[in-house]
């Protein structure tokens, strides 16, 4: 029971963010660029906190699906919290095919030079207005899938993981799984976590994506769930219930989760802590080449697991040092309020609650509903 009603809690702390529109010029590709960039809703929480980047292909088509569910997921501390970014382009298959083939000779072949743009220019600019950290993640679909391919397989790449969902590798007569076996044993500028997915396309999409997977299979001795090289880790699913045009759906949600398994410190109802949490995501920057920092739905989620795990000193002092790092976060001062509460500490559950409701009314909170009722609920307690 106690469980269901810290799930109920916690879904009514879903994300909703800021989206921004705007175009950036390239000088790279000599092209206008479309933009649309999703903070998350915690941005506004914190003055110095950064965050992971994800950047979407082919943005009007996929990018609200990916930054919802990237809010979604990272609600329940299953993914970490993340910049969503889409790119889109009416050039997409000069942009994302890696050879200039006769058939389309002025219409392809110009995957290196976005690659180029990516990581010299867009990535360079979204740090100069955005707080953003050194973890970047690349996703895309069919031919922006074939080009994520591409990427993964650069070696001096600085994307940290790529998604390739449907990825068109018949391109060329399968150049890039051919080149694939040159690629593979390439020292790396750093490492990469690479997860591809087909779903139910017959003839040439499932060839090409067969010989793909047998060459990484064969060039680094991995299996279907991945491989222990400290260069390359890769895994791959099938969805034969999903078509072509569905699977970016599903693919992404199911790549996010298998790129970040056993990131969440505490999926179930076991609860730490808080310097338990720390030695935790310490030990994962082996395993992802970087040290994620505790978010804010983080500490959220996992100070009140342990509350409503009768853990309550425990979740008290997760919970007061998320109000450090993200003074801002009026579920995150109501949260403390809770666990004060349930710690027997009254007195300063009504000061947390106050804190709460004042800035749940100076930005106009969705939860401010929420809010007030628990600081009614303590006023009228502390009467007694």
Do not use: C
């Not at 591409?150 to 790449?157: G, H, M």
């Not at 994506?209 to 400290?230: H, R, V």
């Not at 034969?240 to 505490?266: C, M, Q, R, Y």
């Amino acid at each position: 029971m106690r469980l269901v009603l810290v799930l109920m809690f916690f879904f009514s702390t879903a994300v909703f963010a800021q989206t921004d529109k705007t175009v950036i010029h390239s000088e790279i590709l000599n092209d206008d660029i479309n933009l649309q960039i999703h903070l998350p809703d915690t941005y506004a929480h914190s003055n110095d906190f950064n965050y992971p980047v994800l950047i979407v292909l082919d943005g009007s088509t996929q990018f609200e699906h990916v930054a919802a569910n990237v809010g979604f997921l990272s609600t329940y501390a299953i993914i970490p919290e993340m910049i969503t970014v889409g790119v889109s382009s009416n050039q997409r298959m000069k942009y994302f095919t890696p050879t200039r083939i006769a058939k389309f000779k002025d219409n392809s072949g110009d995957a290196e030079q976005f690659r180029q743009f990516l990581e010299q220019e867009l990535l360079s600019e979204l740090g100069k207005k955005y707080r953003t950290s050194d973890y970047q993640i690349l996703t895309g679909h069919s031919l922006a899938g074939l080009f994520t391919s591409y990427v993964a397989l650069t070696p001096n790449s600085q994307f940290d993981a790529v998604i390739s969902i449907s990825p068109s590798l018949w391109w060329d007569s399968d150049w890039l799984v051919l080149k694939s076996a040159e690629l593979l044993p390439a020292k790396r500028a750093k490492p990469l976590r690479w997860f591809l997915s087909m779903a139910s396309e017959p003839n040439e999409m499932a060839s090409a994506f067969a010989a793909q997977i047998k060459q990484l299979q064969d060039g680094l001795g991995a299996n279907s769930t991945g491989n222990t090289s400290k260069q390359l880790h890769w895994f791959y699913k099938h969805f034969p219930d999903e078509t072509h045009d569905s699977t970016p759906l599903v693919g992404n949600i199911e790549a996010l989760k298998i790129l970040f398994a056993g990131w969440n410190a505490v999926p179930e109802i076991a609860v730490m802590p808080l310097k338990d949490l720390k030695h935790f995501y310490r030990q994962k920057s082996d395993e992802f080449g970087y040290e994620f920092p505790l978010f804010a739905q983080q500490y959220n989620v996992y100070g009140l697991k342990a509350t409503y795990e009768q853990k309550t000193a425990w979740g008290v002092e997760i919970l007061a040092e998320g109000t450090r790092a993200f003074p801002n976060s009026e579920v995150l001062w109501d949260s403390l309020a809770t666990a004060y509460d349930l710690d027997g500490q009254l007195e300063q559950a009504i000061k947390a609650s106050d804190k709460a409701v004042l800035l749940a009314k100076q930005t106009d909170s969705v939860f401010l509903n929420e809010i007030l009722s628990q600081a009614k609920r303590l006023q009228l307690r502390a009467k007694k």
